[in-house]
């Protein structure tokens, strides 16, 4: 797999933004993914983007957690609005959903409309 000069320059500024965020321990800031089986759009968020996720700033502020939409709902999310459409991210800070973002619009605009999202974290 080959990376083209844009996505390891976006991996590499996120490596480096990521030790300037502070990472707050006290919080459940996660991105909820859902998902389900056969979903093309999910496998191409798998391959083009997850890989990265957790080596990236928003992967340190927000880590991935999957949730399928096709198994129970997850006691602990009881206040998140289940979905039909898959992928949607759910931002999720201390319970409390952010925002959500329905489908994957391919890996350059993801990143923008993630940043967006994790911009609406608390900084401190």
Same mark, same amino acid.
């Not at 991935?64 to 992928?87: A, C, G, H, S, Y």
């Given at each position: ?13 996120g490596?480096?933004? +990521?030790? =300037?965020? %502070?990472?707050? @321990? ?13 979903? *093309? /759009? ?7 983007? +997850?890989? =990265?996720? %957790?080596?990236? @700033? ?12 096709t198994? *129970? /709902? ?9 979905e ?41």
């Amino acid at each position: 797999m080959t990376l083209s000069i844009l996505h390891r320059t976006i991996l590499l500024l996120g490596l480096l933004s +990521a030790l =300037a965020l %502070p990472v707050r @321990a006290d919080a459940q800031t996660q991105l909820i993914m859902l998902e389900q089986p056969g979903c *093309p /759009w999910c496998a191409k968020f798998n391959a083009e983007i +997850a890989p =990265a996720w %957790p080596r990236t @700033a928003e992967g340190a502020r927000a880590p991935l957690r999957r949730v399928d939409i096709t198994q *129970p /709902w997850p006691e602990d999310l009881p206040k998140l609005e289940p979905e039909r459409f898959t992928p949607t991210f759910i931002l999720i800070d201390d319970g409390k959903e952010l925002g959500r973002l329905r489908g994957y619009p391919g890996d350059e605009f993801f990143w923008f409309q993630i940043g967006e999202l994790i911009d609406r974290l608390p900084k401190d």
